[in-house]
């Protein structure tokens, strides 16, 4: 009965029934565990653990799957290791739930780990799992691992190509990812909705827009898939890399869809890339009428208007922001050294090596200079002096992260970087001198895409 009642939702009639129950087996414990942790609710799941005398590989299982599912991805990865050190098994659920906490935290080296763990595991030629490994890898910013894990595989279904495909598009690897969308057809697997997505993505980011419109043409005549919302926001970004603004204005106004926060911020994000002031104001607004309650059009808007030197624009949108409470999420950057991961917010002077990561990001900052690097102080506050401003751009998470992997690792280590937002465009520039000048390769994943920066070079070809 309590079964009955944990997978009808009846949480409450479940907890009832069981709290009168003599002695409850593991079982009972687990299904009221896993009643739990359907509910997106990984405290009360803890909380039941916590209280268990007997636990089995099960119980583990659904412990991990519980914070996994709430985002508490380091959490469930510290308890999956957990699990293993006292010697109980993973389920197949247990390594999913590992898998996609490594990809969406870009763990790559616990990756690599949970990778050889499951390869030395009855389930290594799980297909699902198979999948899951070769999208860890991508989204860690690893192509290389992904395309060798997706090669790997004894068998592949529809969603292990676009899978393939989605981490060539997203790791600017556009050739590789229409060259593997054509190898997809001959093997004789039919690519479904986010197939088409990465596609028109990569076509986007390659400005290939007859190509985009083909491959429109085919997915519904070849195939009879109805573009959706994510098909047409491509095709904006599209014109908007093309320069062509007021038909990808013109396409969010009239696409069959309601836009939604996706729309409007890739064209107003465009309209800030290619200054074009009197369309972002416009746009910002239609952003701010349809999303009033997010910071990212403010954010943009104000970005706008300081770039054009429209201070009081620039003031009654943020006044705007604050009436509403709204607060500008802060910045955030994580950074693994020695299997450990460190956290940076914008401001951060409380790192133990705070004085060692500033001397080196001085010191790297005069070679810059030398170099041709201009600080680009337009989108900090115009209540500071210059000299204030430049101080304040230095303390942007993902250069305190860079700072502290080039005062910890040897030369030449590749150094990979998470941030939470858009990385700003002085950060960008600057990262791309600091790979030149150091001889380094970095990888920044922010929350748009990867940057692969070598050489002085991005992959992102300075538009992101």
Sequence with gaps: MISVYAHNGFLDEAQKLFDVAPRPSTVTWNVLMAAYCQSGDPHQVQAIFDRMRDRDDVSWSTLVGAYAQSNQHRTSMEL????????YKPTRFTFMSAVDACGKLSALREGRVLHSSIMNSALKWDIVLQNGIVNMFGRCGSVEESSSAFQEMLQRDAVSWSIMISAFAHNGHGTEALETFLAMNLDGQTPDELTFVSILSVCAHAGLLRDARGHLVDMVGDYALVPGLDHYVCLVDLLCRSGRLGAAEELVETMPYE?????????LAACKMQGDLKRGARVGKSFLATDPDTSAPYALLSSIYAEAKRVNEMRIVRKAMEERGIKKQAGCSYIEVHDRVHEFKAGEVSHPRHRDILYELMQIQRKMVEAGYVRDTRLVSYDLEE??????????????AIGLGLVTTRPGTELRVVKNLRVC???????KFISRI???????????????????????????
């Design 80 to 87: 999956f290791k957990k699990m293993d050190v006292e010697g």
């Design 259 to 267: 836009p939604h926060g996706s729309a409007w911020l890739t064209l």
């Design 387 to 400: 000299e204030e401003k430049e101080n304040l751009l230095t303390y942007h998470s993902e250069k305190l």
């Design 425 to 431: 465009s002085d950060c960008h520039t600057a990262i």
């Design 438 to 464: 150091c001889g380094r390769r970095i990888v920044v994943r922010d929350c748009n895409r990867f940057h692969h920066f070598e050489d002085g070079v991005c992959s992102c070809n300075d538009y992101w």
